[in-house]
């Protein structure tokens, strides 16, 4: 079995941030907490193969400045999530990530819900990937794992695909649902490393579900956010309450 990449989805990180600091720019100290480029240093540091941010329309996690400073500073891979919108296309030719990972965004969903229904939309779909493969920028296409939309990733002509696990993870603990959504997943898998596609999976994966997760054929890469972020928080908090203990000096 070839090694399954991990990419760190670290939006939450600017999620906690906004939730205090959100009129950022007019924050003239400098503990603007917590500072997502140095969540992407540290998650690389222990080993992720590549950084995914998602610059959102209504910005509510990742600023623009984000985007611009995880591009100077990480050492892996920079990986935009974006909905395909002219204003997002050009923000990405501009900074060039490594790849784009094209998402449907909807205001009022706390996270990205569904895919992206690139069966409806190939030809401008088609536009987009041509100018971002003549950038040098790899695009995914963020997708449920139904044939139809494979299809339509093949004639988009999209080098790669992100199979939407969510499905998947919310049915977990209902054993016939589950198993029905992993066996979608694992043919949308074999349909699109037929067709030559690389094939990526994300959302709702976590330390539980991974173990059926990462036996999916020909995955390239994962890319996980929350769960991941919720253990660093669980695995900090007693070192983070010790050291304002000492800085307290009690
Ligand atoms: N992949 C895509 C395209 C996403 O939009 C997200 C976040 O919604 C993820 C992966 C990561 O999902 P999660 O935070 O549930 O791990």
Redesign the pocket.
Known sequence: MDTILL?V?I??AATLRQSRYRDYEACCGKMIEPDPVAVALAAEQAGADGI?A?LREDRRHMQDRDLLRLREAIQTRLNM?MAPTEEMIRFALQIRPDSV?L?PERREEV???GGLDVAARIEDLKATTAAFTAAGIVT?L?IDPEPKQIEAAIKIGAPCI?M???AY?NAFYDVPAREREYARLCEAARLAHSAGMSV???????YINIAQIKKIPHLHE????????CRSILFGIGEAVREMKARMGV
Not at 200 to 206: M, P, T
């Open positions: 990419g989805n939006d939450h995914t998602h999530e990972c998402v996270s990205t819900e995914s963020f992100e939407h696990t969510g993870a990526n999976a994300g959302h709702g994966i976590n994962l890319n996980i956010g929350h769960s991941i972020l």
